[in-house]
Nanobody, 113 residues
Framework: QVQLVESGGGLVQPGGSLRLSCVASGSIFNAMGWYRQAPGKQRELVATITYSRNTNYADSVKGRFTISRDNAKNTVYLQMNNLKPEDTGAYYC?????????WGQGTQVTVSS
């Protein structure tokens, strides 16, 4: 049974930093990634990373966010620096097993002064 558990969200002031973690279990995962959804908006890609650690970022977070993974721990991280109010939203971890994608429950990130 595949399970994804996110942690690390919270309230932070603009310019601050947070580090999200997602621990996956139940399989070996190829691509893993982070997505976010702001109130009233569609869920959007933030960053993805393959098993071999090739990365892809949304233009809005390039230079501020860094995705990484520890394959031995089945864990993916998202280091978020210089956070902006528009980064506010629910952040979801996604992990792929072949053609199937699995989602975590999400962790809330709020950027506000």
């Amino acid at each position: 049974q595949v399970q994804l558990v996110e942690s690390g969200g919270g309230l932070v002031q603009p310019g601050g930093s947070l580090r999200l973690s997602c621990v996956a279990s139940g399989s070996i995962f190829n691509a893993m990634g982070w997505y976010r959804q702001a109130p009233g908006k569609q869920r959007e890609l933030v960053a993805t990373i393959t098993y071999s650690r090739n990365t892809n970022y949304a233009d809005s977070v390039k230079g501020r966010f860094t995705i990484s993974r520890d394959n031995a721990k089945n864990t993916v991280y998202l280091q978020m620096n210089n956070l902006k109010p528009e980064d506010t939203g629910a952040y979801y971890c996604k992990a792929d097993v072949g053609p199937f994608g699995y989602w975590g429950q999400g962790t809330q990130v709020t950027v506000s002064s």
